[in-house]
């Protein structure tokens, strides 16, 4: 029988198979996104300013971290392929040349750190975000590591051990926030933003310690090639020829977004309170779709590299059947329960109570524009990740590009700044990105033009 492309004891592309990758992935995802609600909720306890200025700095860093990020990620296409050809003693060379890219990537993240936060955040309520930027930006090259690490278990499909360490990463950040953030009385100062900063920054680098140390067990020394560290000039470009376009994508994608916070914090801090507040739901809710999407990509590149393309489109039924399962729960508390929800971030900060009812009103109708906005964020995920796995990665590029200058920015300026609509249209928008987005993907899988691409030699 041929085992090729087979990650689980389940059928290939079936829906159980789909599940038993995704779950751990998802947890992994939810850990990650549950520290950044985690650092706004603190932040919003030491000062509302504080979040909203923190959550602008935080999406220019995101231009840099998710860029290199996604690129030192891309090795997770190369491992899944050469996992599902059977050629495993190649798969550790993609993830060494990656981390050899986090280690240049010191030569950007650092000089950016020092001045590039007074260049961009002059705005009195932005300024507060300079030191939390600085220190984020001084961690930076330690976030592609995690992403050429990772690459390594989960493009064969082993999550289990990845998953428990960025839990344990992540609880390590939320205890390390409050202590640093709020301080110790005489022992532990109070650094504020710069503490919630420096927190993530420690937890990230122990993450990277503990995943290298299971890379370079002797078991995947001998099997998969992982003591093979030098650097190769083929493999390093050939990664970064399919790797920077998902990087240039995300990087141009969110530096959209940093401006479209911009655009909102110029209006008032009851609109750009709210749509934070929206955005720190999103996160903590994108966990299902994220982690979906990238246990898409895994098991294509697995039956890509098998030469069992035909398995991708019930691989995609499934996918898809998860994801109506997931939003019909997500409507609870973002639709029909969302009272009980709406003033955590308004509790026991130093906010204007007169503007609260104002915010838990625009928060009602935001919420249920961001409910919309994730059941298209899960087609994103879902197609995207595939166009990926096969290697298609201009397309994804040009299509994320298009999506969020076009549809989102563009139309921010237009309305809210230059025809002085309601700052409120600003979350209907939002679903507009990424419903056109996913229409592209989705337009572009069915064609079928990413069967032409060949990352691997036979």
Same mark, same amino acid.
């Given at each position: ?17 789909? %599940? ?11 850990? *990650? ?198 650097? *190769? ?23 959209? %977004?940093?401006?479209? *916070? ?108 961001? %409910? ?32 969020? %200058? ?53």
């Amino acid at each position: 029988m041929d085992q090729r492309g087979k990650l689980t004891r389940y059928p290939l592309g079936s829906l159980r198979e789909i %599940w038993a990758v995704a779950f751990p992935l998802m947890l992994m995802t939810f850990s *990650n996104y549950t520290m950044l609600f985690a650092d706004r909720m603190i932040l919003s306890q030491y000062g509302m300013e504080a979040m909203n200025a923190s959550a602008v700095a935080s999406a220019t860093y995101t231009i840099f971290m998710f860029g290199s990020f996604s690129l030192a990620l891309i090795a997770e296409v190369f491992v899944g392929q050469y996992n599902g050809a059977g050629n495993y003693k190649k798969m550790g060379q993609p993830v060494w040349q990656m981390l050899w890219f986090a280690l240049f990537s010191v030569i950007i993240f650092w000089p950016l750190a020092l001045f590039l936060g007074e260049v961009l955040f002059t705005n009195p309520k932005t300024v507060l975000g300079i030191p939390y930027f600085k220190c984020l930006m001084f961690f930076g090259p330690v976030v592609p590591m995690i992403g050429a690490l990772e690459a390594f278990n989960v493009g064969r499909g082993k999550t289990l051990a990845i998953t428990i360490i960025a839990i344990i990463a992540n609880l390590t950040n939320i205890g390390l926030d409050y202590l640093l953030v709020f301080g110790f009385r005489d022992i532990v100062p109070s650094l504020g933003l710069s503490g919630a900063a420096i927190a993530t920054g420690i937890a990230q680098s122990l993450q990277v310690v503990t995943l290298f140390v299971l890379f370079l067990r002797p078991k995947h020394r001998k099997e998969f090639g992982t003591g093979n560290f030098r650097f *190769n000039k083929k493999a390093f470009f050939k990664c970064l020829k399919v790797g920077s376009p998902m990087a240039i994508s995300h990087a141009v994608a969110i530096a959209a %977004w940093a401006l479209f *916070n911009n655009v909102l914090a110029e209006t008032s801090v009851v609109y750009m309170t709210t749509i934070v507040i929206c955005q720190n739901y999103f996160f903590v809710f994108c966990f299902f779709t994220e982690g979906l999407g990238k246990a898409v990509t895994t098991i294509a590149a697995n039956l890509i590299g098998a030469k069992k393309q035909e398995l991708i489109t019930k691989m995609l039924k499934s996918a898809l059947r998860l994801h109506v399962i997931f939003v019909c729960i997500l409507a609870i508390p973002l639709v029909i329960y969302s009272k009980p929800f709406l003033g955590i971030f308004l509790q026991g900060n130093n906010i204007n109570s007169e503007v609260v009812p104002q915010i838990l009103d625009m928060l009602k109708s935001a919420l249920f524009w961001m %409910w919309l906005t994730s059941i298209f964020n899960g087609l994103f995920w879902i197609y995207s990740s595939q166009l990926t796995a096969a290697g298609d990665t201009k397309f994804v590029m040009y299509a994320n590009m298009i999506s969020a %200058w076009v549809f989102l920015l563009l139309p921010t300026y237009l309305f809210i700044i230059y025809f002085q609509c309601s700052p409120s249209l600003s979350w209907k928008l939002i679903t507009l990105d990424i419903f056109m987005a996913s229409l592209m993907f989705y337009l572009r899988y069915r064609s079928g033009k990413w069967r032409q691409f060949q990352l691997i030699q036979d």
